[in-house]
Structures are given as structure tokens and as C-alpha cells.
């Protein structure tokens, strides 16, 4: 199958750099997969489940929030705000902050901004959950 480069970067760092057959992850508007041969593109990502699969096959699943995809000119530039792949989310702390985001809304009296702030938490827990 044929390969393209790809980097996936946050603010932390580079955290991957080679070629793969295919980057998966979800955007603002939807699943999308990435093959090499994709024509230039550009699109803001979501929260969502994300894997790579590299040139012998081998798949490496992560939890991806939010960032920006690029692909220029056959390379791609996967910029997450972040970005864990599964071995490294620790899913105690993924059922804890579910925990604490699920009995903060059910609290009564919570602000738009609490509310919407401890939405995007539970968001996140369970795409880490999802993932791991
Ligand atoms: P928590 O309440 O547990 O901090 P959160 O969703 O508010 O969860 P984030 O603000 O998304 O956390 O992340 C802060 C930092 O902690 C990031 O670097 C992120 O990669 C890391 N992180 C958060 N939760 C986990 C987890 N379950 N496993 C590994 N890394 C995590």
C-alpha cells in the first residue's frame, strides 16, 4: 500500500514523525481518513477516537481533541491540541474526571459557563475511555 509522510505535533511537541498508510481522526464535521495521494486540504478537528496505520500494518489508536489537519503537496501536518496515544492515557484518571464532570452537571444551579466547561470534560473522559 502506498505510504505519505506524516507529523503529528502539540504544543507539548513532535509526537510522531514518519510515513504511514493512513491517519484517521474526526474534524468538526465528521470522520475523515487520510491515504496518500489526498489532494491539499485543511480542516479544524474535533474530540473523537484517532488511529495511524503505519507501512507494516500495525495500528496505533488515540485519543485526539481538537487541533487542525493539514495536507500539502502528499504530506500531512496533524496539529492536536492534544493528542494521547492509548498506551500513555491513564484511564483512572479518565473514570475520575467522568465521575466529577457527570456530578457537577447533575448539580443544580450550574452557571452556562460551568455547564459547558464540564460538558467538554465529559467529552474528553470518554473519548480517553473510548479509546483506551
Ligand atoms: P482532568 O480533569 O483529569 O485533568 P481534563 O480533560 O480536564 O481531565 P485536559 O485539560 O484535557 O484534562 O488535559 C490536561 C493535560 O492532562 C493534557 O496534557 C492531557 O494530555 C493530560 N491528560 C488528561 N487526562 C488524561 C488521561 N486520562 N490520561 C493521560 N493524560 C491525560
Not at 19 to 33: F, H, K, N, P, W
Not at 62 to 82: D, K, P, R, W, Y
Not at 98 to 124: C, D, M, P
Request: charge should be negative; glycine fraction near 10%; proline fraction near 2%.
Amino acid at each position: 500500500m502506498n505510504t505519505f509522510k506524516l507529523q503529528i505535533g502539540t504544543p507539548d511537541g513532535l509526537l510522531f514523525s514518519g510515513d504511514v498508510e493512513r491517519v484517521v481522526c474526526r474534524s468538526i464535521t465528521g470522520d475523515l481518513a487520510i491515504l496518500a495521494g489526498h489532494a491539499n486540504f485543511c480542516t479544524a478537528l474535533g474530540m473523537g477516537e484517532a488511529h495511524v496505520v503505519l507501512p507494516d500494518g500495525t495500528r496505533r489508536n488515540a485519543a485526539c481533541i481538537g487541533g487542525m489537519l493539514s495536507v500539502m503537496n502528499g504530506e500531512c501536518h496533524l496539529l492536536a491540541t492534544t493528542w494521547e496515544w492509548q498506551e500513555d492515557i491513564d484511564r483512572a484518571r479518565a473514570e475520575e474526571a467522568k465521575a466529577r464532570a457527570e456530578a457537577k452537571l447533575n448539580e443544580t444551579g450550574v452557571s452556562e459557563k460551568e455547564y459547558q466547561i464540564f460538558r467538554a470534560k465529559l467529552q474528553r473522559a470518554l473519548v480517553r475511555l473510548g479509546v483506551h
